[in-house]
């Protein structure tokens, strides 16, 4: 069974300092994809990031970055300069390519709180 | 940028009652899936749908829920007779075919069942 854990429930920066969030995951699939999504507090779920399990490659996209070490199950993610915009619950979600519909399976979530 | 879209933004039920949330998805998108979020909780899996049947159902999905695609672009949830825990926000999701695995959400039904 397929299981994300995120430790931190809440951080609170100040404006202009890195966040760096936390997730673990458990998977027997060889080949999975992990995700970071956005919960503003509008609510909507916005798609941040998508990695491919065979792809450990480490990429940053404007001010976010992520770090993905297959070796610890961890799928770590960084906004850098941190902004009030930036403020919202942060999922990380994992789907086996193996299972039958691709479900996403989320973590607990990561409230971060930037403020100015 | 096409987007998935949901209706209603907000419904309001009382216990027992039948409900239908409804959803566009993407439309050149395959795969359709709801999930829920219990206020202040995660994000959890109802079920899949693809090619005109369920691929996949959690525990949550029983009897009471179901499915359907009516027609070439609404994706629906029915739930059945509306318990208080029903309460939730409801996302509907969507993504393309094998090795587009990005889901895209709805902006969410926000079900109150009194």
């Known amino acids: 069974a397929q299981k994300v854990t995120q430790a931190q429930t809440e951080i609170s920066v100040v404006e202009k300092e890195d966040v760096t969030l936390d997730c673990v995951y458990e998977?027997?699939?060889?080949?999975?994809?992990l995700f970071w999504y956005k919960q503003p507090p509008s609510g909507e779920l916005v798609f941040l990031i998508r990695r491919n399990s065979f792809d450990e490659q480490n990429e940053i996209s404007g001010r976010y970055s992520w770090n993905f070490q297959k070796s610890t199950s961890s799928f770590n993610f960084t906004i850098t300069a941190s902004q009030v915009v930036d403020s919202a619950v942060y999922f990380c979600a994992l789907s086996e390519r193996g299972a039958a519909g691709n479900k996403l399976t989320f973590g607990g979530g990561t409230r971060v709180l930037v403020k100015p | 940028e096409p987007e998935v879209t949901q209706t209603p933004s907000h419904q309001v039920t009382q216990m027992g009652q039948e409900v239908i949330l409804r959803c566009v998805p993407i439309?050149?998108?395959?795969?359709f899936y709801w999930y829920r979020q219990i206020l202040g909780q995660k994000v959890e899996f109802l079920v899949s749908?693809?090619?005109?049947?369920?691929?996949?159902k959690s525990e949550i999905f029983d009897d009471q829920f179901s499915v359907e695609r009516p027609d070439g672009s609404n994706f629906t949830l029915k739930i059945r007779s509306t318990k208080l825990e029903d309460s939730a926000m409801y996302f509907c999701?969507?993504?393309?075919?094998?090795?587009?695995?990005?889901?895209?959400f709805g902006p969410g039904t926000r079900l109150l069942v009194l």
């Open positions: 749908f693809y090619n005109n049947e369920i691929s996949e």
């Open positions: 439309s050149n998108h395959l795969y």
């Open positions: 999701a969507s993504r393309g075919d094998r090795g587009q695995e990005t889901q895209y």
């Open positions: 998977t027997r699939d060889t080949t999975y994809y």
